[in-house]
């Protein structure tokens, strides 16, 4: 699978966090290995693991779950005892009939409602008791609820609708990545909605289970998308082949390897033009997503530090490495060296 980054947004969201509670950015972001010139970029984006290790440093910062901005305190382990509570339900209908028991023992959580008509099942959340109503928070809460429901039940859950009580952001693509779903923004409330069939499916996750999905969080609640629908996350997958079949040529040129336009439709059963239209509602093209994936490709290898730019180029498919530098400012607002673990940029 290809790398895949979140916009910088989301960090401006901890870091407004962080700021209220007192804490030194400059060591928040180091921890994270972001550069704090990055928070200035509006095309600026951080790895999956860089969003993870912010938000693990404000667990800890706040021992607070939901990072000091809940009406009251979630103490840092509430939701895995909860789990713990849960895990034993026989199936996922039980488990959610239990979690609402449970929710008077959280006062820190927005109140949820769940309600079932239609053959559609709807999980509503009040952030409006948030002493913020920031976008990293509501999505991280609407992703840990659908994200949760998948892991009980041991297999993929397509949600019909998302729903978003602010504003259609500006990276509203890179929702996607969360979620996967038909988006509605400016509802009346947040909310997921799946098909209530669901509900009788068995919970098939023990408690050693649970311990190592905690440990790992909140990296699959940030980046595993459990069902994708979109078509330019379908072209994506295609595209991305071009990628990774560039990796295993002498040249390493990925470029050379790009399925045409008329390829990916081929593969999609679908006319070249019908493609370029519906990508096109979706807002995008199959350039842009190529770009994408190289953008992403970048950002995640400069992190890790594993290769000299201008090995980087070569492997992305650039000419040469003033070409890669150019195009990685037009993706990003900054030069590669700003990307090295916080590292002092290059020109």
């Not at 009346?188 to 098939?204: H, K, N, Q, V």
């Not at 082949?241 to 008329?262: C, F």
């Not at 093209?285 to 190289?294: G, H, N, P, V």
Request: net charge neutral; glycine share 8%.
């Amino acid at each position: 699978m290809t790398a895949r980054t979140v916009p910088i947004d989301f960090v401006r969201s901890a870091v407004a966090t962080a700021e209220r509670e007192g804490v030194d950015i400059g060591q928040l972001l180091g921890s994270a290995g972001v550069a704090p010139e990055l928070l200035a970029q509006d095309r600026a984006r951080v790895t999956v693991e860089q969003m993870a290790a912010t938000m693990r440093q404000l667990w800890r910062i706040t021992d607070d779950e939901l990072f000091g901005l809940g009406p009251a305190p979630v103490p840092r382990g509430s939701t895995r005892l909860v789990g713990f509570g849960l895990v034993g339900c026989p199936d996922l209908g039980a488990a959610i009939a239990r979690f609402g028991e449970y929710q008077r023992l959280l006062p820190g959580l927005p109140p949820m409602v769940v309600t079932t008509a239609g053959g559609r099942t709807r999980c509503t959340l009040d952030t409006s008791v948030l002493a913020a109503a920031e976008e990293l928070l509501t999505v991280f809460l609407l992703a840990a609820i659908h994200r949760m429901i998948s892991w009980g039940i041991g297999r993929r859950v397509p949600l019909r609708q998302v729903e978003f009580p602010y504003p259609r952001p500006r990276n509203v693509a890179d929702y996607d990545l969360v979620f996967g779903a038909p988006l509605v923004f400016e509802a009346a409330t947040a909310a997921i909605t799946f098909d209530s069939e669901l509900l009788a499916a068995p919970l098939t996750k023990t408690e050693q289970d649970l311990i190592d999905w905690a440990r790992n969080a909140p990296i699959d609640v940030l980046s595993r998308r459990d069902y994708g629908t979109s078509l330019a996350e379908q072209v994506r997958k295609i595209l991305a082949r071009g990628l990774h079949s560039g990796r295993a040529t002498a040249a390493g040129r990925a470029g050379e390897h790009w399925p045409t336009a008329d390829e990916v439709a081929k593969r999609l059963a679908m006319s070249p033009q019908t493609v370029r239209r519906k990508l096109g509602e979706e807002g995008t093209s199959i350039t842009q997503i190529r770009e994408d994936i190289l953008r992403d490709a970048a950002v995640a290898s400069l992190v890790r530090g594993d290769e000299t730019v201008e090995a980087l180029s070569a492997r992305l498919g650039f000419s040469e490495p003033s070409a890669f530098r150019r195009a990685f400012r037009r993706w990003t607002g900054s030069p590669p060296g700003s990307y090295r673990n916080a590292s002092p940029a290059e020109s």
